[in-house]
Each structure stands twice: as structure tokens, then as C-alpha cells.
């Protein structure tokens, strides 16, 4: 059974809760790319009247995380998978759409192969764009992700 983005919003409804309420949704899930998108509303405002980073940051988070997951159901192996560390960048007041997109999904090939060879943990970095609905880039995080083989 392979993780598609209905499956992923299913799944934020059932697990991640604050995330669904929020409106942050799945579009489009590949082997190289993930694409989130949530519309600033009432429930996901800060006092500025934008939309919350932390917000930004669970839709930014999904992108990286669903091509993680992806990938370590596609090798077939028992894999944890946890975030280390990240951090972001904020640009521009995020108003309207905002479209995070994560593709880089070519860097997990290697990072999961040597986990699984060497049986070592492995760490990758992994970078989620937002843009608004002009295109404009309102902020980036980056996510630590760690890897480790399931004895």
C-alpha cells in the first residue's frame, strides 16, 4: 500500500488534529516531491493578522516528514524516523494560500540505503518552501531528520 496525499490527510485527521483543524492539507506526493498547502483563517492567525508560524511550521514539517515516511515504507524495512533539530526563515507576512513544497526527496535514496547497510543511524537535512498564491516566498525551514534501522 503505498501513502498518498488523501491518505495523509486521513491520517492528520486521526493523529495530528491541530494540524487538520488549522486546514493544512496534502496536494501532491511523489518519489522526489511533496507539495502542503493551508489558507490563513481565523483559527490559524497570529495577533498581526497572518497566519502563525507554528502553523507554517506543520505544514512545512509535512512535506519533508511524507516524503520521509514515503521512502522508508517503500524500502520495506522497519525504520524510526524523528526530527532533530530545525530551523526557519520568515520573509513576508503570510496571508491567503500558502504552498510549501519539499522536493528533495532524491536525498533520502542514500540516507535510508546506508542506515539499512550499515545499521547506523543516519541524519539528513531537508528544506520545505513556502510561497503565497503570487508566488512570493513568505518563509523556509529546514528539518533535521534522523534514521535508524528497528532491531
Not at 533520502?108 to 513556502?130: D, H, P, R, S, Y
Request: contains cysteine; glycine residues 6%; aromatic residues 10%.
Amino acid at each position: 500500500m503505498t501513502i498518498s496525499p488523501t491518505k495523509l490527510n486521513t491520517f492528520l485527521m486521526f493523529k495530528l488534529p491541530a494540524a487538520y483543524f488549522c486546514g493544512v492539507r496534502t496536494n501532491y506526493l511523489d518519489d522526489l516531491k511533496c507539495v502542503v498547502s493551508v489558507k490563513h483563517r481565523w483559527i490559524n492567525q497570529n495577533p498581526f493578522n497572518s497566519m502563525f508560524w507554528a502553523v507554517q511550521g506543520m505544514a512545512a514539517e509535512l512535506t519533508t516528514g511524507a516524503l520521509v515516511m514515503s521512502k522508508i515504507k517503500q524500502s520495506g524495512h522497519n525504520i524510526s524516523m524523528l526530527v532533530a533539530n530545525n530551523n526557519a526563515s520568515f520573509t513576508k507576512k503570510a496571508t491567503g494560500r500558502i504552498t510549501f513544497i519539499c522536493n528533495e526527496g532524491d536525498k533520502l535514496n542514500t540516507a535510508i540505503k546506508t542506515a539499512i547497510e550499515t545499521g547506523e543511524g543516519q541524519t539528513i537535512w531537508m528544506n520545505a518552501v513556502g510561497t503565497n498564491s503570487d508566488g512570493i516566498q513568505v518563509s523556509s525551514f529546514n528539518f533535521e531528520w534522523t534514521l535508524k534501522v528497528k532491531s
